[in-house]
């Protein structure tokens, strides 16, 4: 067997008395029969079937290693290529709840012959992980292996959509929360010593009394320097983002402590 576009080199002898030595490349697939000549002698005829070789799996490149995305992000691949010069033809996608894509939730079955691709709308539920991978089609029409093995999965989260609300009933994703720092929880009323106290009750109408609060119940410690991040928001649609919030705000004045949002 050989394959497309390479070169081959080929050896006839006459019982160990001479070698002969000739080049072939094949310029089609399918069978090719050669024979090599010298003067009136001629060797025996050679069969050399010429096979497809499937195009190189495809590696993802955004978006990857749990990024962040909105609600329809385009997926986005390595260039098609492809052992014996052979042409893309079409790109697979898959998306799936699990990395053994046992859950697909968007299969595009064959498609153009792209590098990239948008997930559909309507596809994808917000603050989740999900799996992606695709492979590549050749235009041999040998159909044993035109199309390549599957990429690697590549894994990015969603973010919330806009407009986003939090009552703190639940952690929804907040970042740098920690028993002695940020928390979120029911209100606690205690503390004082620098400010106002903390209350005992939120401003929400749910029953939960959930807050997000630095030590809650309690004051905050000298040299302190912690920051809670919220989970990121797909802001990419919107022509005016404003940002509401209440506080209840207890420290020092600026010269011995400060807070930011």
Known sequence: QAFLP???TFYETDGGIHTYRFGF???TRGDHWLK???GTIE???ATITVTNAAPLAPTPTAPVNGDYCGLAPTLRLTPFSDPDDARHAGTHWQVATDEAFGSIIWDS???AATTSLSVP???LAEATPYWWRARFKDDSA???THWSEWSIPAMFHTAYAFPFTDDFSSNRGWQGL???GWSIGPAVAGGGENGFPDPAEDSSPTSDNGILGYHLGGDYAPDADARATSPPIDCSGAEIVELSFQRWLGVEKDDWAHATI
Do not use: H, N
């Open 43 to 45: 060797s025996a005829k």
């Open 178 to 180: 920690g028993p002695q």
């Open 121 to 123: 709308s309507a596809v």
């Open 25 to 27: 490349t094949p310029g």
């Open 36 to 38: 090599a000549r010298s």
């Open 142 to 144: 040998d159909a044993s």
């Open 109 to 111: 079955g064959e498609g």
């Open 6 to 8: 390479s070169p081959y």
